[in-house]
């Protein structure tokens, strides 16, 4: 089985939607599934216009979308309980959001080089990187510590960042999630023909892969 999981670094409920998969895989292997399932993650921005270079208070970037600082705190209030139910710890008081493409071309870097269990590895840095440690995932330097943090060579990456390398894989993901009509994240991609939307309770990600196996068997 293969799944691929559309998302985005600074998305809080890919945070919480890759926390719940990764249980649901693990209750599924409690359980006695020894199907082999690869898990893929695919390029997403929320933000495709954020600038390069510049972060921001993650409030600030909510009051606007979202009608005032009010309506913010409130949002952001509500995620941080829902992903403290997942065991995430959120900090949004010191999150600064950023143009993430950056992390994306290092993802597709992981997982050329190292495999899918790296990359997930490192995706989930990032996030933690972002949510809980209140670090610029935009910033070069720290997606190469990242990298170091989740045992992949942080200063070959940091260098390969210089380049241009990546950017056409992670177009490639945004033209495929345009095709597939995934106009929110996160979104999980089975074997290419089934798609489960956003950060679904464990129980609904295991019985639909419950089902899927068993049509497949």
Sequence with gaps: MKVEIWSDVVCPWCFIGKRRFDTALALLRDRGVTEPIEVIYRSYQLDPTAPLGVATPVVETYAKKFGGRERAEQILAHVTSVAAADNIEFNMDIAVRANTILCHRALHWALERYGS???????????DAYFTHGLNVGDADVISSCANDALLDGAALRVWLDTNEGTDAVQADFLAATTREISGVPAFVINDQYMIPGAQDVEVFVNVIEKILSKQS
Excluded: I, Y
């Design 117 to 127: 269990e790296s990359q997930a590895r490192f995706k989930e840095k990032l996030l």
